[in-house]
């Protein structure tokens, strides 16, 4: 298994450009999620979702939307790009039993910088 | 609204000792509380998974425990290493929410 993967891995984009972050996962977890990592703030999830179809919003979910067409991926879009979204961004799924997330596998990370 | 705070923010010992690093959150209906790793510049990495009903769970030299009442968990290393130098998280799900909230992390380093 590839278990969490994460496109691209480095991103540099100018204010106002739109981007799609790619995150997929080969072990059929229904629960899939993306954080925003910053220095001295720890991680801050954007958006979730909990099955295809079905997605909801985080603790910072302006300036980014989602989809889940499939239950393999579950892509990041940046709208317009600004200079508060230079973060790392995390990718993470898990498993659900009785309505709730299990243990949490993440991703290696995207590196992103607009300038 | 779940708050999670870990203290120390960092933590820099000789190797071989035994640590403890703590975790406090401020709404106990938690489902789960989750401890991770991160290496510099990597992702995270799972290192023990509790629920609500367990008071801990041990892997190898790691131990994490879980006292729902208090709002607390530590994750006590054994005989530290200069491998187990990286950050360490802890992130809770609370009964009421899908959403996993994370702590700030405590930045160890282990010197030889």
């Known amino acids: 298994n590839a278990g969490v993967t994460q496109t691209p891995k480095f991103q540099v984009l100018k204010t106002g450009q739109s981007m799609t972050l790619q995150c997929a996962q080969d072990m059929n977890h229904e629960y899939m999620s993306w954080y925003r990592q910053d220095p001295g703030m720890g991680l801050r999830l954007i958006h979730y979702?909990?099955?295809?179809?079905?997605?909801d919003q985080g603790e910072v979910p302006n300036g980014y939307n989602v989809s889940r067409s499939t239950t393999e991926d579950f892509p990041l879009r940046l709208l317009s790009a600004a200079p508060s979204q230079t973060s790392v961004y995390f990718c993470?799924?898990?498993?659900?039993?009785?309505?709730?997330?299990?243990?949490?596998?993440f991703g290696p990370g995207t590196r992103l910088t607009v300038l | 609204k779940q708050e999670v705070t870990q203290i120390p923010a960092a933590l820099s010992v000789p190797e071989g000792e035994n640590l403890v690093l703590n975790c406090s959150f401020t709404d106990s209906a938690i489902y789960n509380l989750q401890w991770f790793r991160q290496d510099p510049g990597k992702g995270l990495t799972s290192l023990l998974l509790i629920q609500s009903s367990q008071r801990e769970q041990t892997s190898g030299r790691l131990n994490a425990s879980l006292d729902k009442s208090s709002g607390r968990s530590t994750l006590y290393i054994a005989a530290s290493q200069p491998g187990d130098s990286a950050t360490y998280l802890c992130?809770?799900?609370?009964?009421?929410?899908?959403?996993?909230?994370f702590g700030t992390g405590t930045r160890l380093q282990v010197f030889p």
């Open positions: 979702s909990v099955g295809a179809g079905i997605t």
């Open positions: 992130a809770v799900q609370s009964y009421n929410t899908d959403k996993l909230i």
């Open positions: 993470a799924s898990s498993y659900r039993t009785s309505g709730f997330s299990n243990e949490q596998f």
